[in-house]
């Protein structure tokens, strides 16, 4: 058994054995399902389309009012502005992270 073999076989394994995207995005904004399946549909060897992605998680923070502010659940909250790798931050104070709250907000839809 070749390596390409081997790994033809484990892609066929992951997807009958993977829930379908309706079952895991269920209750979520569409976006989630649009994202999911795109990725699924990646050959393993493309490279995705990062800025398609981004625009799809963009799209949910535009349609819930959440603000682009830079900062994610995992950018230190008290790491001061100039450590944040030029990213735009606004002097509001950070409760919870963007991500944090597209996934909150999506749980309560």
């Given amino acids: 058994e070749t390596e390409a073999e ?11 054995t993977a829930p379908p995207e309706e079952a895991l ?5 569409e976006e989630f399902f649009t994202f999911l399946a795109y990725c699924r549909s990646l050959r393993f060897e493309e ?6 992605l981004r625009g799809l998680l963009r799209q949910i ?15 230190a909250a008290d790491a001061p502005e100039a450590e944040l790798s030029g990213a735009l931050v606004t002097t ?5 992270g ?6 909150a907000c999506a749980a309560a839809a």
């Fill in 61 to 75: 923070c535009e349609r819930e009012g959440f603000p682009s502010d830079g900062r994610f659940d995992w950018t």
């Fill in 98 to 103: 963007i991500l944090s709250r597209m996934f």
């Fill in 6 to 16: 081997r790994m033809h076989q484990v892609m066929l394994a992951k997807m009958h």
């Fill in 92 to 96: 509001a104070p950070r409760k919870q």
């Fill in 47 to 52: 490279t995705p389309d990062y800025s398609y």
């Fill in 25 to 29: 995005c269920e209750g979520y904004p």
